[in-house]
């Protein structure tokens, strides 16, 4: 196996809840709810290429944005410090910059900018370094509020490429995969002050990041660690749920599990393909479950009504491919073999596909058969950071070497 290729799947870890943010917002990676669903968002398709409204130049990392109230939260490493710049949505003006310490040395991946997406919540905005240093700042300033060093202070490994899962903001509460020592596994602590209120499993960290679900009438935290999935209470960490998911060896657990009702899809690459469990049962209950139908390496499905449309195979061996699959039974509906690898997001009944290679596609959520409506190539570079869409732009993220990038805001 080859480690230096598995550096694609830390790129993008799920967000957890944020409130205080505006319609039209996308506060977090997958938007809104964590699912890819861009509510409220209409895209046309183009007939000329759509127009790029500004870029800036960013450091290293493989963060997404993260858009509210007119702001665009930006989270990259320049030199010796991880910088969280704050632009405008109209101009891409920097508004504010924040800066912090960068201490990660690198892993198996070149590039030792942060992986996690910046989680918005009410006035506040958290970052989650690539070091596992956790940062709050004021969301109409930068001004730094507290920091802690998460994975330093629970004697976490750095793992194949340092920290990747996002933060998940529950209540008072910034819940963390941390994968520490002595039952630091996920860590909660205060949004107001940083403090450690419980932790909680034995469970490595992955590069998936933790979701929420209604289980037995309460809010309930799933979180896809290593080798297991587990569901905890979230403000006590007490464990509800168990089910293993994930293998030893160089394997990342990386896409977002996808909630629906009590039912929870997972995927991962790797040989340990997808499940769609029950957990309304316990234990949990297996519904449908496949090594062949979806294996993702890092990239989310994303729902369009009864059908889910993923990306399926590894882009290091260049097997990846588009597939529609019926969210009930995993029932294959059509297949586009060599399609690569790419971040989705559904706006309506159409999904808007970035791949890596450094192309968009927008394709019709039709079950029926694969119809692409627009297609146009960006500027050169890997796309492997997560997009963001917010009031009819769309923010990508461009790597061009190990320590530079750029980032494009898109009009539709």
């Known amino acids: 196996m080859r480690f230096r290729i598995l550096s694609l799947l830390l790129l993008f870890a ?32 183009w007939t000329e290429t759509p127009p790029i409204r500004w870029r800036v130049p960013c450091g290293a990392g493989y963060a997404g944005v993260a858009v509210a109230s007119g702001k665009v939260l930006l989270w990259h490493r320049l030199k010796d410090q991880e910088v969280l710049d704050c632009l ?8 504010w910059r924040a800066e912090f310490p960068a201490i990660y040395r690198g892993g198996v991946d070149a590039d030792r900018g942060p992986r996690s997406v910046p989680v918005v919540a009410g006035d506040r905005v958290f970052v989650y370094g690539a ?4 940062h709050a700042v004021a969301l109409a300033n930068g001004e730094r509020l507290w920091s802690r060093e998460l994975r330093t202070d629970y004697e976490a490994e750095d793992g194949y490429f340092g920290a990747g899962a996002t933060p998940i903001v529950v209540g008072p509460l910034l819940i963390v995969p941390v994968g520490g020592r002595q039952g630091a596994g996920l860590v909660a602590v ?5 403090a450690t209120r419980w932790k909680a499993t034995d469970e490595e960290a992955s590069y998936a990041s933790p979701v929420t679900m209604r ?29 293993d998911f994930g293998r030893r060896g160089p394997v990342v657990n990386a896409a977002t599990p996808l909630v629906d009702d009590t039912r929870l899809l997972v995927t991962a690459s790797y040989g340990i393909g997808c499940r769609m469990v029950d957990l309304a049962t316990v234990p949990p209950r297996d519904l449908w479950k496949s090594r062949e139908v979806i294996s993702s390496q890092y990239a989310t499905p994303v729902r369009g009504g009864d059908w889910l449309y993923a990306i399926t195979g590894r882009e290091d061996v260049g097997d990846a491919e588009l597939l529609s699959v019926r969210w009930t039974d995993g029932e294959v509906a059509w297949r586009r073999p060599g399609y690569g690898t790419a971040h989705l ?14 192309r968009l596609e927008l394709f019709a959520a039709d079950p029926e ?20 869409l917010s009031d009819g732009v769309l923010y990508c993220r461009r790597s061009v070497s190990p320590t530079q990038g750029e980032l494009l805001a ?3």
């Open 190 to 194: 205060q949004t107001v002050d940083g």
């Open 410 to 412: 898109i009009e539709f």
């Open 215 to 243: 289980l037995d009438g309460e809010t309930a935290l799933v979180a896809v660690m290593s080798l297991n999935t587990v569901v905890v209470a979230p403000q006590t960490g007490e464990l509800l749920r168990k089910f």
């Open 88 to 95: 405008a949505t109209d101009d891409g003006r920097r508004l």
């Open 131 to 134: 070091a596992g240093d956790l």
């Open 369 to 388: 058969q694969f119809r692409s409506l627009a297609t146009a190539d960006l500027p050169e570079g890997s796309y492997r950071s997560l997009p963001a």
């Open 345 to 358: 997001i559904a706006a309506g009944d159409r999904i808007l596909a970035q791949l890596t290679a450094g």
């Open 14 to 45: 799920a967000i957890g809840g944020a409130g205080g943010v505006l319609a039209g917002d996308w506060p977090q990676i997958l938007g809104p709810n964590r699912d890819g669903q861009a509510t409220g968002e209409t895209i046309s398709a």
